[in-house]
């Protein structure tokens, strides 16, 4: 590099300074390259930057020095030798005098101080200049933040990688003296994070920290607690916990601290703010879990008597708190999290564990103390509950004082009694004691190979417990619903505790709890048994199937009136059993299987009973429940499949093609035929050829069932069993089965039953979709044939393509929409357009399973896009009022089933529209526009608003009893009324307040209560509109 | 209202009020589905699996979605031929609601003003058993043409609480509210259980006072404030 380019290069940078940084950093890039490569030298850039350096003009100097700086900044650490890093060191030193170039200066020091061949006599000068020339109150924060870093880079030079013990000694206390010159009165978060920091490393690193204790430590304490809010934008992200968490690792860095530190935390935990009080404790924490058993041994009478007033002042998590079954386990290890009594939990078994590592004199003399302290209290039952808290979280530090406490304390108030509150007491204390075996020695685990629980106290008391918390279950009445939601709760806890009980008490809690959640109704006890049950199922699934499930299974009647008695209760109803088998075996392989089979072979012996419907609808509902809630985690494997078809799949064909009670109701054949579809769904796709040639020759070819000859209920389950089986199966028939089904259908349509009819349309929409080419699809389609029988053939044929995304759908669709404006069969079409998006759940999209069929996920949003257009120009342009109605219907059927995040794009076409459909004379149409109104309501603020004022009357004539207001768009409309007042600007709203109000007292008297109970509500919420709050 | 006049009343949790057992599942199950069976099986399914989302209930949802959609939808684009019989359709489906109108019973009275919060405590009425559903009487013939009644007598938390009046107006705030205007509601001091009882009894139902009373500003911010947790 030529001087005319350094020249050019400096300019550049200089010009472009503080306007183009970028460019300016570019071009400093570029001088430093040059230096590097030794092109130039370094003191070559002084000299060029020498005229600017003594320029009358501040910002010249300024802008000239940053340059300097900056070049120095990039240049490698060990680039300079020892001469130029003394001649530059000198050359800042003398503008440090220049009190316009502070900011440049330290900068130049800050990129100085870490190169390699800087002497520890210039750094020893640097430290001085600091420490005598430098007054940190005159500058800004961004100045300030420069002497730490350039004590933080020293540190690191120095004194983390000591290469000279000698050399570190020398500025050892200068070092110090100097951070705490420049670190006094700091009040930047940035820089005062840097300060901990250095603060931390100085007194874990440096000698002689003792010396200066206690102005370390001041310069820490003074700014506890901490407290910042950050500025909306900080660019340096600094949180209010960043700031607490560096303050307090840097108070507790030292055991130097420990005097000062606990004396002034002490102090400030009288403070009346909870937050405050929260900092305090979880510094106290840190500290004497960092200063450890020697702080603790001059220390923890002080502590103790301090941390003592405030847990028995404590009263939060009351036994509400411990009633909830959902309460999280609380192994909650983060410590940030902490409340206060917990801190303070942990902290006095933190002084215990440390304590009696340190010292067991020390740690006896502790005990006793705090024993001969407490004692009292269970004499008077006085604070029971924190006396056992603390009494718990001393024992959870180790096993001997873990047996010491036990041994000590149960004897106390360990004893059954009869008086409800005393035993509610008594159970509840019990809970922290097992919490303390748990932190001890773990929760039990499947793989239980891990070191095994040692004797301990506490399983001497075991059999005593067991009594107590039983008769508590067992004997206490009904109506103590807090005392035996304890038990069940407490029992479940012991199950958890590791190593505690053995096979035959699990066993005997499987029992009580089987009984307890059969016999009480209470909401709490339910939960609270059914919690238990699955928590036990984790571990002992087998015992809680042998127990628990077999019991329940086998106390199905035969009979639906028969009595079920469980001790001494009557009167349990099937319900319940059903109920509880499906909530408690959600997802444990055994249980799911086992009931499976149970109830299937129970459903058999049921159906051959007459009358017995309901009860079959039942059974059937549970096992379809206890499929489709087990489908998507895997519970139920191939192996399984193949098991239960084997075992139940006959008895079900048998009961499904000969009993009345089956055949006959819709419900139950649909479901059942729906379990036999989930079955096939199960096994392994190596049998589904087999399986449909069986099932082919079983309906319709051979034996006497026949379908395709004449209308045959038995259609339903050939139709669901058909849409389970791969779509790749070869199905030879496929072409004459569906003309047949089209044939049967047009011959008998008009006469067949309603279920038949749907089965065999279903058909054709399963052939459609997976067996049978889109052509020969389309070829069976007869536009010309207008009767309503064909036309559902064609809709339902149609679906099967629209499903599948098939390209020629749209052009199909067209063909329907026009049949809309057909004034005789319009109106019958439109209703049909539900039928294209309707769910139908064996053609449902499965997670994991593509084989099946042929169902895109988006389908419905291509369909809706594929018609919304053109039903909306049809709208536009037709002037018969009949015709309009046809569009409408069918435009908002298909929006029933079209996810509203689909229908978010055409929000403004479909307005309009919308709130005509509200006058249609069909109560589906307006149900559907309301929903769909509903939803615009939520997300499109300002359209609402824009159409206030036709909105509101709308809906104050639907609220009212017509012939197409039913009860859900009366209630609808309401519920809609009340949403307003969240969306809509409270000034237009007001306009409508009295019009509201008024408008919806004859809705006061509606004939249904639901309709009744939104009307208070929406009226309620226009009575408040603009009141100020009362406070 | 800094000084608690009553520390330590009885205390009823909230799900130990009286409710309306039987129409849980009912108000899961909307929509006006004539058929009994219908009813009776998802009333059915919904013991056995509570929530109106299942997969079961969906089916079942679908069935009778595909069986009824043959039912041939009802014109009234050409409205003077159809007059006749969409009119006597009306009468008909108005026969059938009049069949399962549901009365305004005690109950109602109760769960609309069980949960207003007592102006002294952070508790409601009903947990304080201030309000009790046996203490509730509606006579009402369920005629929108004759006068209906409900008649409501409140049990103070003791015998002098100051704050029975304002109890008072708060529960005939809400009454009012939301009754039709058919009904005449009154609110009664249960008998014994306040030292003035008639003086009480008489602001209660003292019309032109209530009025006056709802005309002021800073009374009606706290009658609001304590229907805030009306559910």
Known sequence: MTPDQLNSAIVTFMANLNIDDSKANESATVVTE?????????????VALKEHFLSENEIERKKALTCLSTILAKTPKDHLSKNECSVIFQFYQSKFEDSALVKEVLEGFAALAPMKFISINEITQLLR??????????????????????LKEIFDRFFLNVSSIEQVKRINDLFIETFLHIANGEKDPKNLLLSFELNQSITSNLQNVENFKEDLFDVLFCYFPITFKPPKHDPYKISNQDLKTALRTAITATPLFTEDAYSNLLDKLTASSPVVKNDTLLTLLECVRKFGGSSILENWKILWNALKFEIMQNNDGTENNLLNPYVKDQSNDDIDQYTNSEACLKIVNLMGSQLYNFDKFVFEKFITHILDELKPNFKYEKDLKQTCQILSAIGSGDLEIFNLIISSVFPLFLTNTSETAKLKLLILNLSFFFNSYIDLFGKISESSAERSVPNNKLAEYKDEIIMILSMALTSSSKSEVTVRTLSVIQFTKMIKMKDFLTQEEVSLIIQYFTETILTDNNKNIYYACLEGLKTISV?????????????????????????????????IQIETILKIILDFTTSRHILVKESIISLATKLNTVAKVSKSKEYCFLLISTIYSLFNNNQNNNVLKEEDALGLKQAIEPKLTQIITQESVIRDDNYNLTLLSNVLFFINLKTSQDVHQEELDKYNKFFISEGNVRILEAPNLLIIPYVKVLSALKKTCVFPQKSTVIVKTIHLLRIYGPKMIETEKVGYLELLLVLSNKFVPEEDVIKLLDWEDLSSTNLEVMVWMTKGLVMQNSPKSSEMAKHFIDFLSNEEIGSFVAKLFEIFVVDISSLKKIKGINWNNNVKILYKQKFFSDIFQTLVDNYKTTVNMAVKCNYLTALSLVLKHTPSQLVGPFI????????????MPDSEVRVSALETLKDTTDKHHNLITEHISTIVPLLLSLVLPQKYNNVNVRLIALQLLEMITTVVPLNYCLTYQDDIVNGLVPVLSDKKRIVRKQCIDTRQVYFELGQIPFE | MSEFLNENPDILEENQLPTRKEDNAKDLLLGGFSDETTLKRRRLLLKIDHSPGSQVLQDIELLDKLLSIRTPPELTSDEDSLQEESEEKYIEVQKNEEEKADLIDSQEIYDSIAHISDPEHPLSLGQLSVVNLEDIEVHDSGNQDEMGEVVIRITPTITHCSLATLIGLGIRVRLERSLPPRFRITILLKK???DSENQVNKQLNDKERVAAACENEQLLGVVSKMLVTCK
């Open chain 1, 908 to 919: 403004n076409d479909l307005f309009p529209l919308l709130l005509q459909a509200l006058d």
């Open chain 1, 34 to 46: 040059s230096i590097v490569h030794r092109s130039i030298k370094l003191l070559e850039v002084v």
């Open chain 2, 192 to 194: 014994g259980t306040h």
């Open chain 1, 129 to 150: 200049l600091l420490l005598d020339n430098y007054q940190q109150g005159q500058h800004l924060a961004s100045t300030r933040l420069l002497p730490f870093k350039i």
């Open chain 1, 539 to 571: 571990i002992y699934e087998n015992l809680v199937f042998e127990i628990s499930l077999t019991k329940l299974l086998n106390l199905l009647p035969d009979y639906f009136d028969e009595n079920i008695r469980v001790n001494d209760e009557e009167n």
